[in-house]
């Protein structure tokens, strides 16, 4: 059978941004090479998936594809032992643990069985320990575990760069994002510098950045550093949906400026793609940024209705509900994924923070938070 058709798609695909459309694309060429039974075109087309996948919010998709390859690499297909394959398939690793801890149905010995099977592929092809290091201290300081996020971050600084390790803008970023975490917000500014003024940038960076910093800059009073950085990072996202987090980072900042107006803006806009990220860390920020905008629509008595997905965890609400009804719901939906999460960390760090951001937004602006 042809792989006319197959290289069409590929060729189409190759055009495109990660995107939604450029997943679809690539699964039919999947399915063209699988009725060729050519695995090593499938092969090929489903690493493109990962990448697709992952940088669009499709990392269920993503998953998949690469459990399908990684089992095709275990297995010693010849065309997955190619340097250039297997270099492709490792790095792809990294986007895939990255994203598990943001799922509450994934145990944290899952994860820590990863990090150990990471850790084992990379040193069998020559790789440190610096790329491994970053994803444990990561892991741990999302699952609450303070000890040891200080701990491997400090071992993440020490070890040397390698041909696996991130862009040194997604690595100023993480400092960034563990200066944010553990409250050092003037450093975590200070550092992103070279992000900011344009000197490191890559797919990810400025954007993440000024997501990330966008609260701690307001929260410093620095309020011009915060509009800018607003208005600069959510132009930078706001027509991909795969970028729901820092979209939430952006609707949690209008919320606690007071922007009521913009808040609710930025709800109706992007809450279909929140509704739809498999990533539920993700969805539970997106949704406390909703319900505290939806408590100051009330407070301030404007009187809204909010279109809503049509999705399963959305049908007992119909097509729309108005502010009042909301702000319970998502409260509600919050506390019942924090609480998943914080079942699975054994701890309930995933609560405290988002009870500490309701807090701020009761202390600002007099909300039900």
């Avoid at 699964?27 to 695995?39: P, Q």
């Avoid at 003024?197 to 954007?207: D, E, F, H, Y």
């Avoid at 900042?253 to 990533?279: I, Q, S």
Wanted: aromatic share 10%; with cysteine; hydrophobic share 35%.
């Amino acid at each position: 059978m042809s792989l006319d058709r197959y290289d069409q798609l590929l060729a189409e695909a190759e055009s495109l941004k990660p995107s939604t459309t450029k997943t679809a694309i690539l699964e039919e060429a999947v399915r063209e090479a699988e009725l060729a039974s050519d695995y090593e075109a499938a092969y090929e087309a489903r690493c493109e998936i990962i990448e697709s996948a992952t940088f669009s919010g499709e990392i269920d998709k993503s998953i998949n594809a690469f459990s399908w390859c990684l089992a095709k690499y275990d297995a010693q297909e010849p065309y997955t032992c190619q340097s250039r394959a297997e270099f492709e398939l490792l790095w792809r690793y990294k986007w895939i643990l990255g994203t598990m801890v943001f799922f509450p149905t994934i145990t944290r010995q899952q994860i820590a069985s990863m990090e150990d099977d990471m850790r084992r592929r990379y040193a069998a092809v020559g790789y440190g320990l610096r790329t491994v290091y970053d994803h444990v201290w990561t892991n741990a300081m999302w699952m609450g575990d303070e000890d040891k996020m200080h701990d491997y971050y400090d071992r993440w600084l020490k070890e040397p760069r390698d041909g696996m390790t991130d862009c040194e803008a997604c690595e100023v970023h993480s400092s960034v994002r563990y200066h944010v975490m553990n409250g050092h917000y003037s450093k975590a500014i200070r550092i992103s510098k070279p992000i900011r003024n344009g000197k490191l940038r890559c797919r990810s960076a400025p954007s993440n950045t000024y997501g990330c910093l966008v609260v701690p800059a307001l929260l410093l009073d620095r309020l011009d550093e915060a509009a800018s950085m607003h208005k600069k990072g959510y132009r930078s996202i706001r027509r991909k949906p795969g970028y729901v987090w820092q979209q939430a980072e952006h609707l949690q900042y209008l919320v606690l400026l007071g922007d009521v107006k913009n808040a609710l803006a930025l709800v109706k806009r992007h809450l279909d793609w929140a509704a739809a990220t498999p990533k539920v860390y993700e969805r539970c920020l997106f949704y406390v940024g909703c319900q505290l905008a939806c408590e100051l629509g009330e407070l301030r008595s404007i009187r809204q209705t909010i279109s809503l997905p049509k999705t399963r965890e959305f049908e007992q609400l119909g097509d729309q509900a108005k502010l009042p009804e909301l702000a319970v719901w998502f409260r509600d939906r919050v506390d019942d994924m924090a609480a998943q999460f914080d079942a699975r960390n054994d701890n309930d760090t995933v609560s405290q923070r988002l009870a500490s951001f309701r807090e701020l937004a009761l202390e600002r602006h007099g909300s039900r938070a």
